[in-house]
Every structure is written in C-alpha cells, then in structure tokens.
C-alpha cells in the first residue's frame, strides 16, 4: 500500500516563509503533486515533481527527494489568502492519486 | 477551462435510499475519480475509472458503486444510504500518463439522515 505523512496544521505570520513537509512510502513512485483546498472549495493543482530537486512557480516551490521519499512546499512571502489546507498526492503506476491527510494552514497578521 | 461538474452541492437524503452522484468534464480526460473527504481524514478513493465501461475500487468502495456509460459522465450510486456516508464528495478527472494534475468538481455535501 501507500502511506503519506504531513503535519495536521502550520501557523505562520502574514510576510514570512513556511514549509509543508510530506513523507511517502510507496513502491513503483511516479511523482509528488501539491494541492490547495480553501475551505468550501475545491482542490486545485499547484504543482508536480517528478525528479529529485525545486521547481519554483512564482510564491510557492516545491522540492522532492526520491531517495528520502520526502517532499515539501515552500510557501514565500505568505499573504492572508494562503491559509488553506494543502494536500501531497502520489502516483504510482497505473494507479490514481493517493493523497495525504492535508497540513492546514493558518496565516496571521 | 477544464470544468468538472457535479450535479448537486447539497444533499439530503434518508438511510436506506438509493442515491445518484453524477459528475461531468467537458476535457476529453480519460480518466475519472471519486473521492470522499471527512474532517481529519483527507481524501480517500472510493472508485475510479481508466476507461468507459471499466471501473477500479479504490481504498474504500463498501456501500459504493459507479457507472462510466459515456467517457464525459462518472456517476457514483450509493445502493442504500447510510448515516456514516454523510460526507463531501469530490468528483475529480484528468489525461492518463506520469503529470497527474486532477481537476476537481465542487463537491456534493451529501447529509444522510
């Protein structure tokens, strides 16, 4: 089977940086997805890493090692309207996304 | 814009009716999803499907099943609804191949009472 680990919630300050880290233990590892949630939305993509290494899009970068089966999203200068929850999803084969238990995320003024 | 769209974002139904899900993406996305997400628990697969006609059950499909007639529409059935279903439902879709970014409906907030 296929497990992920990440904290249940993080608080960080309005202007700050924080890290949502995801462990995994799966066999036959395609690649590591992050989603956001707002709470009464839906999920929406934010990023994939395939190879070891950071993939930047603009605020937030995501970094993976295959070797650790460890991942994380790094969140930069953090504005109100990220708190929401965010979710680390594996693939593996021919299977569909696992996803973790989501870190909720608090931003405060 | 990929649009997956879920018939209903509320429902109440009574323990021991049959209840239809239906979800829709206008994308050509071969592969469909069906998630149930509960407070604390994240998102746990109940079925999916590769194909038309074909389905997979995923983590937790007891009390489920669904219907994939046309590539566009993913319908998930609860046979007979029970008080622990209540719950959200996520209807998700996307290509086939390694990138798996999944575009997700609304959600149904299904309430069984």
Redesign the interface.
Known sequence: GQSLEQPSEVTAVEGAIVQINCTYQTSGFYGLSWYQQHDGGAPTFLSYNALDGLEETGRFSSFLSRSDSYGYLLLQELQMKDSASYFCAVRTGNTPLVFGKGTRLSVIA | DVK?TQSSRYLVKRTGEKVFLECVQDMDHE?M?W?RQDP??????IY?S?DVKMKEK?DIPEGYSVSREKKERFSLILESASTNQTSMY?C?SSFSG??????????TRLTVV
């Open positions: 997956v592969n999803f998630y604390g628990l994240g998102l746990r697969l999916f590769y995923g996520l998700a390694a990138r798996t970014e999944a575009f997700f409906g609304q959600g």
